[in-house]
């Protein structure tokens, strides 16, 4: 009887970045969640809503021939550019198949970084807690002497160790998953913990969805250091209450506005695009951000607004390198 691949195991906020005692701590990486299967010589390699990758990664595929028939890993899809993770290059290589996915993975390689064994020798090892399964990934790597494109996803139940993982924003980790020993893998259940490391910032709004006198959300901007303003996030959804506040502090376009024709994608990954209005580049605002931003000094992830700063002018924001 053929193995199927169990949905993922997710994970739930946490405000709190301390490690409590029988809880294992792993780095968050900025990739594309992944599970894979080798199983009588089938490779199964797909996302977490489920879809089929191999054509888009066959570097990973034909890494199988490094594993034991009857292995299955949950992991990240990563790849790495210039001493950074590029989440930007992972969402090209999505895209690929045939002959350019395999130019792709000649010139940015992606890297499955396993964080949990699912399977091993053809034994299911779900009902194993998180540290019987975390031994046995660890020996899996050891014994099969496992290289690229295969990485160990590190573990702790040290506190230094992860307040020093804490501070590796610049290279793109989002932050620590925290694991509880005893735990079992339990596909589709909230189990995990997940702390994000935030910060407040500032940031331009340089245009606006929904109308004028109620806005929706807010097209952020930054200028870069040739001066040119460059877009770098959108907020979530805006409060009743700071969307009346903003409204008047905003001003339609002239044409003149440095975002004229462009467009904007309604998110990563998807081929809509939004429906804007442009405004005077002139309002700065208070913003909290997540660590995870792409190689241009774009926040990833949906920018949380805090507050009008109008004490400050454009000039005073953070520049970001061009692209």
Known sequence: MTWTLPEPMLSTPTSRPDL?????GEPKWDGYRALLSVDEGKVELRSRRGTDLRAAFPEVVSGTAQLRDGTAFDGELVVWEKGRLAFERLQHRLQRRGTTAEWAAGERSAHFVAF?????????ITSWPYRRRRTALESVFSARRLTTPWTLCPS???QEVVNE????GAVGMEG?????LPEPYRPGARGWLKYKPRETTEAIVGAITGPLAAPRTLLLARHDTSGDLQYVGRTTTLAASASGSIAPLLTVSSDEHP????????GWGSRDTLDVTLVQPDLVGEVGVD???DSAGRWRHPVRWHRPRPDLSPADVTRITPR
Not at 20 to 24: C, D, L, M, Q
Not at 165 to 168: G, K
Not at 176 to 180: H, S
């Open 20 to 24: 409590p005692p029988g809880i294992a």
């Open 116 to 124: 949990d064994l699912l399977r091993l020798n053809g034994n299911d």
């Open 156 to 158: 702790t139940t040290d």
């Open 165 to 168: 993982w804490l501070t590796w």
């Open 176 to 180: 620590v998953i925290y694991k509880r």
């Open 259 to 266: 975002w004229t024709a462009w467009t904007f994608s309604a």
């Open 291 to 293: 660590v995870a931003r």
